[in-house]
């Protein structure tokens, strides 16, 4: 009697992302595309700073109670969804960004904003990189960095495709009419993904798994193990370092290049561009760590991160604007991706989302660097005090993530 082998697997560089699998993915893209909605601020702050008269410093300091909310909703929101899954946190989190961003639209004063913000931050946390990157690690083995790629893409996405169409409307009609658009696009578009796509895995598993929810294995650590390691803390810095750095100049970048002279227009056109390249980079590198270590992926990441700062010393240069361009978008895009996997590498998958929620705890960072980026114009009219500290800050850390190892070993 002849022996039938098994069926050959068509596409086989896919791996898990078919079927059911490759569904989830796509609906853990279109959450990311509220992550890109942050995107707008910027673009937009020569607009709402013209109509409300408020300085620089009033308009980006909205990053402080907004980081800090969404870094103490991080841990508690990786807890809760190791356990219960995400799905639910999902839908909350559009269904609330879409009405904040609809109540945006009519803010009167400074304290309006901040409250929205604040309220929006939450949502985003939900829709961020914890939720969909434990779904996305729940349902996906093989081939999990390109999966995760394409997942974290979509905020770039949005900031490439959306952000210039949403400038383009409020150029139009006003920055107002934006909010508008964004608003609706989320409770249209991203609820009926949620609910149509994102399952938790959990409801496809067998009764004792229903029961735990969990994968991975006994040796995987959790948070209480894993802050007692050198490598919690050396990847707490650099994502403290990372978000010091990123919001920073992704809150100040259009208005650096308006003032060096370059229209608004062209301006936007390369804030759009590093986003596109971060487009590229998550789905790249994605693919590419899923042959290499996940050490050396990060440093990758981090290496071109910290080029990109040392460009930036060098700007407003034309030909020097797309090297910032690429490797700036590329590295700071492609961070979402590296830090899942660095996590599950050192840490293990079964606790991912509860420790990399406790990581993210770094946030304010973010609120620092944008503060610090516009206390320094403020003061000495021009940023190169500011971006020298950045170049500074991202050697250090490129340097001590050659310190991390697998803690479970």
């Known amino acids: 009697m002849a022996l039938v082998g098994a069926r050959p697997e068509r596409f086989p560089f896919l791996g898990d992302l078919r079927g059911r699998a490759a569904a989830v993915v796509l609906g853990c ?8 909605y942050g995107y707008v601020f910027s673009p937009l702050a020569s607009m709402i700073l013209a109509d409300f008269g408020w300085t ?13 909310a969404m870094s103490v909703a991080s841990p508690i929101l990786g807890f809760v969804i190791v356990r219960t899954g995400a799905q639910r946190t999902l839908l909350l ?7 904040t961003y609809l109540l945006l639209a009519r803010i009167q004063s400074l304290t309006h904003l901040y409250l929205l913000l604040m309220l929006s931050s939450l949502a985003i946390v939900g829709l961020g990189d914890i939720s969909v990157g434990q779904l996305v690690t729940n349902w996906v083995e093989r081939r999990r960095g390109l999966a995760l790629g394409l997942v974290y893409s979509g905020s770039n996405l949005a900031g490439f495709l959306l952000v210039p169409w949403w400038v383009g409307i409020a150029r139009a009609h006003d920055w107002r009419a934006a909010f508008v658009t964004m608003g609706a696009g989320a409770l249209l578009v991203i609820v009926p993904a949620v609910l149509v796509l994102a399952r938790d895995r959990a409801v496809d598993r067998d009764a004792t798994e229903l029961a735990t929810g969990r994968i991975g294995d006994e040796s995987d650590m959790g948070l209480k193990q894993a802050v007692r390691t050198r490598t919690f803390w050396i990847l707490a810095g650099s994502l403290f370092s990372f978000f ?20 608004i227009e062209r301006a936007t056109a390369f804030f759009s561009r590093a986003l596109a390249f971060g487009l590229v980079s998550k789905i790249v590198l994605g693919a590419i760590a899923d042959y290499i270590p996940e050490k050396t992926a990060i440093l990758l990441d981090h290496g071109l991160l910290t080029a990109s ?13 797309w090297i910032f361009v690429a490797t700036y978008g590329f590295s700071t895009a492609a961070r979402d991706v590296v830090y899942p996997l660095i ?16 990581l993210m705890l770094a946030l304010p960072g973010g609120s620092l660097g944008a503060i610090f980026a516009a206390q320094v114009h403020d003061r000495l009219g021009s940023y190169d005090l500011a971006f020298s500290v950045f170049a500074a800050m991202n050697l250090v850390v490129f340097a001590t993530l050659f310190l991390v190892r697998d803690e479970r070993a």
């Open 56 to 68: 620089r410093t009033e308009y980006f300091a909205v990053r402080v109670p907004q980081l800090i």
């Open 343 to 358: 996590i599950n590498r050192c840490f293990g998958e079964r606790y991912m989302a509860e420790v990399y929620g406790a």
């Open 93 to 99: 989190s559009a269904v609330l960004i879409g009405v």
């Open 244 to 263: 010091f750095y990123f919001v920073g100049l992704i809150d100040h970048m259009v208005l650096f290049l308006t003032d060096a002279g370059m229209p």
């Open 29 to 36: 893209l279109i959450c990311q595309l509220a992550l890109g």
């Open 309 to 321: 700062s040392l460009v930036l010393l060098l700007l407003p240069n034309d030909p020097l604007i």
